[in-house]
């Protein structure tokens, strides 16, 4: 039993080895897609586009492998892969919008293809400290994007975005040896209607969670852009934004998986979330976005771990088809929190306004959650 003990510990370590590459890949690469394209030539809307490939890829590839035998290690190394292939296309191809949304739908199906196989073996490692394990799950990004937009940024000024893009791709191929190593071959199967009846009472849930995320994601790298328009500025921005996000969440989630009092915290930094977004709307110079998102980043880190804890405390479907039947819920609303933000864009003319729709949604969230206590448990 000590050895097994020990060989768990050992593939929990690789798995989080490359879960840290993925991070590190993502942010040092993914922080200036959208200010090479911009700078090339491509308009706001399109790259708000963009984001609906991103978001609808994951979707399709439900939908094609639905009720077909996988194998769980096979499904996350070709994720790996086409990730690392998307960042090789951005590095070698010309830039045009083309180019843009084929990579955007590529990136999006690593949705499916990497984060279902590794949320699956993650959380099997997390069982009875979901929040913690949620916690380090989301404070592993922002930890990354203290310093690497500095360094991408000065990497960019100096050699220019394809080779920051190149270096993104061999970061996301070092997974593979990884992955090798700490998974064994693991068959499933998934059918998308049980998945998702599965997880009554969260549906809706999710389905906001998602509009919410899709659009501030469609955001998070757009605005910014009329502020912020050499690389090293933006990457010093993108620093300073997410300096005091990652303690926050381990305190905070350390404290809920001792108490298991969710709900109080899905509520306050949900709300708080909500009120923030809004606000956000009216920040209209520099300074007054870097505040807003620096404020907003600090609660989204903080608010996210216990909606994973909840999801957990509660799930009788697998893990598989938790997380199979998630994901197609979540990226169905990413594709509605886009269009939100293409509508107030290009139709009502304000890209800021689309953070006070993404706000209602947020602030729908604690709501439900109150809704839904007699299906779902909520301490």
Known sequence: MHDDQGKGRGALLRLLAAYALWNAAG?????????FYFKSGVAFPALVISYLFWAAAPVFVIHLLDKRKLDMRAVLLSGVVVQASAYALLALAAPSESILYLASFLMGMCSFLFWVPFN???????????????????AVNPLFGVFLPVIGGMLASAYGFPLVFALAAIVYALIIPLALLA??????CFGLKD???????????????????GGITSLILVIPLLYFTKPGDLGA????????????????SRLSDES??????????????????????????AFLWSA????????????????TAILMDNRQESLEGVFIGREWLLNHGR??????????????????LSLAFLALAMAAYPLVIELKKRRIRVE
């Not at 998974?183 to 499933?188: A, I, N, P, T, W």
């Open 335 to 352: 594709v509605l929190g886009v269009a939100l933000v293409l509508l107030s864009t290009v139709l009502l003319g304000s890209i800021h």
């Open 237 to 252: 921005y993108l620093s300073v934004t997410t300096l005091f996000s990652v303690l926050a969440s381990f305190v905070v």
């Open 120 to 138: 699956v073996m993650y959380f099997e490692f997390g069982k009875g400290r979901e929040a913690t394990h949620g916690s380090l799950y989301f």
């Open 292 to 307: 807003a998102a620096s404020l907003r980043n600090f609660l989204s880190t903080l608010f996210y771990p216990f909606t």
């Open 27 to 35: 942010v040092l690469g993914g922080s200036f897609v959208n200010l």
């Open 195 to 213: 998945c998702l009846a599965g997880l009554k009472g969260f549906r809706t849930l999710m389905f906001l969670e998602g509009i919410y995320g």
């Open 260 to 285: 298991r009092k969710r709900k109080k915290y899905v509520s306050l930094f949900g709300s708080g979330l909500a009120i923030t977004t809004a606000l956000a709307s009216f920040a209209g110079t």
């Open 183 to 188: 998974l064994g071959k693991r068959e499933f």
